[in-house]
């Protein structure tokens, strides 16, 4: 059975910090690109990291960059999302996504709410 369980979610004052993770079992984690995705109400999902399959290789959507680091531990089974500066915008649900060729599994997310 495959399993994405994101976790870390919570209220943040703006310019606060967070860390996601997402734990994967099921598949074979080191073999899948890894994405982070982010909903706010009333918004279409957007893309907000991916990393390679080792880690080599990274991709920030414009309005996070410089603030957020993706990162993964293949020996855990578990991608990161270290989250700096937060902004009231940076609001949403956050999912992580594990991708191959023809292949896609989806975390039920966890919510970020960052307000004073």
């Known amino acids: 059975q495959v399993l994405l369980v994101e976790s870390g979610g919570g209220l943040v004052q703006p310019g606060g910090s967070l860390r996601l993770s997402c734990a994967a079992s099921?598949?074979?984690?080191?073999?899948?690109?890894m994405r982070w995705y982010r909903q706010a109400p009333g918004k279409e999902r957007e893309l907000v990291a991916l990393?390679?399959?080792?880690?080599?290789?990274?991709h920030y959507a414009d309005s996070v960059k410089g603030r957020f680091t993706i990162s993964r531990d293949n020996l855990k089974n578990t991608m990161y999302l270290q989250m700096n500066s937060l902004k009231p915008e940076d609001t949403a649900m956050y999912y992580c996504?594990?991708?191959?060729?023809?292949?896609?599994?989806w975390g039920q997310g966890t919510q970020v709410t960052v307000s004073s």
């Open positions: 099921g598949f074979t984690f080191s073999s899948y690109g």
């Open positions: 990393i390679s399959t080792t880690g080599a290789m990274t």
């Open positions: 996504n594990a991708y191959t060729i023809g292949v896609d599994y």
